[in-house]
């Protein structure tokens, strides 16, 4: 897990990296100082702020889903465990490392096996549950300028199709010898796929509320995330409309969310350009794309590296003094 991990690392920073080369170069102008003074330092506050909320919706989520099956965790743990499960949704392909650190992190704490796989296994449900549920708003909002969603789904479009060709070979070229000694993948997946089921039925037989408080939880958790990018769009443009900038997102949050690449990276920053660029002026906007992708992903997922990596050492150290 952790040289994958590493991998996946590598190669985030590798696509952050010419992303964010890409936007200086194209969208932010020389004279960049001169912008700065312009931005509103309270909607820019504002904007940080909700990250804070995103991660409390989140740790509330976990929080009560395991203590609906008996499983105790405190409030501070859970944000522990928020940060690392970005760090690992952000450096590993279409979020995985997302569901799979929980079962590290949580699993410190106890619980069973079974009791850990079901919490993540609600937990992924109830977040799953919102893209169904604002699906036909994002369909609207694709909908409503046609010129505008055709450039955002051409890009988008070709980087996933791109991202996913790599990695599809990545697989099949570096990852082989590792898929032969694991086994068949097919009968892994199905006997997965069988234990999920099993567990969620139990839950859903005798946890109805519990998961519908999740689930309110969970369109907090995302209604938090698209608060980001709109107080951080008033930040540079103080007469942006607020639904207008709140709709239009949902496109954008679907394609990082469906996006091989790791965290979404490349997606989220090149995807970014025709969401945000009709709220605001063209030398705003490479900064902008910038400052969003730090705040609401990258920020995080740094602060979840360094817990997951003193995680490691504090549990390796235990390991060494037994």
Known sequence: MIRNLLYGLIITLLIVILSFIYLGYKYIPKDISQLLPGLSLEYLLYSILTLFFYH?????????????????????????????????????????????????????????????????????????????????????????????????????????????????????????????KGGNFFYKLRRTILRYIVTCKIFFQTRKLTFLFALILSILLYFSFLLMGIFLVKAFNSQANLREVFFDQLPLLYAIFISPTPGGSGVGEIGALPIFGPHLKEEYLGLFVILWRIISQYFSALVGGVIFVLFLIKDMLKIRDR
Not at 64 to 76: E, K, T
């Open 56 to 180: 409390t919706f989140d740790t509330l989520r976990v929080i009560v889903i395991a203590r609906a099956i008996g499983v105790n965790y405190s409030l501070w743990y859970g944000y522990l465990v928020s940060f690392t499960n970005t760090f690992g949704a952000t450096i590993t392909p279409a979020h995985l490392g997302g569901e799979v650190l929980p079962l590290y992190t949580l699993a410190r704490r106890g619980g069973q096996f079974y009791q850990i796989m079901t919490i993540v296994t609600m937990k992924g449900f109830s977040g799953l549950l919102f893209y169904v549920l604002f699906f036909p708003l994002t369909v609207q909002a694709l909908l409503k300028d046609p010129r505008q969603m055709k450039e955002f789904a051409l890009l988008v479009g070709g980087l996933i199709i791109l991202s996913l060709v790599v990695y599809v070979l990545y697989r099949i070229l570096i990852l082989r010898k590792t898929h032969e």
